[in-house]
């Protein structure tokens, strides 16, 4: 009984001990993240001299990006990935600003059509998780689409939040054609010595309403507002999860594409 017992408490210390280690390897993963939040909660009760609020943010957000890069936490190939969501996210918000989806109420020199070039940073740092998590806990992607099938899906659900707006919304069929497209797809990851697996579907999905969560928070600390948001802070609508998890979903068919192409180019490399 009670060596049954010693090994139930192995087993439990060991799963404990994991959990910490996936805990800090997200948590340094999400290094960028956590900064804009910071910065989001202190100018928010700190006023900044001689600069609107929103501009001391794209400062803070370079600077950050620069050290990271300096330190050797990101590479020169995940700053280009995240360089390009940052432009994918700022074509994204011009585009809603002006449908009145969302507005930057505060004043900024550094806006373009209303909106604050810091908000595509908070987009680059989604994918500088990505690019981080995929690294520390050493990603691989089991049965993986085509490429010729993920692109498409991709561009669609990119072009959905432009278009649902003069056009019906197809997102939940969307939605749908990812269930489809990646059922038998599983993304592997690394925690210790110990190799463990899931869905790709649940791993959108755990990523998606945590940064619904994240948008909460920023939200309540004034990165942007929405039209229920004016006159006093309100939870942002759960269906807005949905809304993530599509985001969620480019952002990783992105990054997950860039590396396999990266991955493949330095194969051949090799064997030359």
């Known amino acids: 009984m009670n060596a049954i017992l ?3 408490e192995s087993r439990m210390l060991g799963g404990i001990l994991q959990l910490v280690r996936f805990g800090f390897e997200q948590a340094m993963s999400c290094l960028f993240p956590v900064v804009i939040f910071a910065s989001l909660a202190l100018t928010q009760v700190i006023p900044l001299p001689f600069l609107p ?5 794209l400062i803070i957000c370079i600077g950050m990006q ?3 890069v300096r330190v050797g936490l990101e590479t020169r190939d995940e700053l280009k990935v995240i360089t390009l969501f940052h432009l994918i996210g700022l074509a994204l918000e011009i585009f809603k600003v002006h449908m009145g989806s969302w507005a930057y109420p505060e004043q900024g020199f550094f ?3 209303g909106v604050p070039l810091y908000s595509g940073f908070m987009y680059a740092s989604v994918a500088s998780y990505l690019c981080q998590a995929w690294r520390r806990l050493d990603i691989h992607l089991i049965k993986w689409p085509p490429f010729l099938l993920v692109v498409p899906v991709a561009a669609a659900i990119y072009l959905n939040f432009f278009t649902h707006h003069f056009w019906i919304d197809i997102r939940w069929w969307l939605s749908a054609l990812v269930i489809i497209v990646f059922w038998k797809s599983w993304v592997s990851y690394k925690i210790g ?3 463990y697996r899931m869905p790709i579907a649940f791993s959108f999905i755990l990523i ?3 940064i619904w969560v994240a948008e909460n928070i920023a939200t309540f600390f004034g990165a942007w507002q929405y039209p229920n948001q004016t006159d006093m802070w309100s939870l942002v609508h759960l269906g807005k999860v949905s ?3 599509l985001l969620v979903i480019v952002s990783f068919l ?3 594409t860039l590396k396999r192409v990266k991955d493949k180019a330095v194969s051949v490399e090799a064997s030359d």
Do not use: C, E, N, P
């Open 111 to 113: 806006k373009i059509l």
């Open 66 to 68: 620069w050290w990271m």
């Open 208 to 210: 998606g309403f945590f």
């Open 254 to 256: 992105i990054v997950a």
């Open 243 to 245: 809304s993530w998890l």
């Open 53 to 57: 609020r929103y501009d001391w943010l």
């Open 193 to 195: 010595d110990t190799r």
């Open 6 to 8: 010693q090994k139930v």
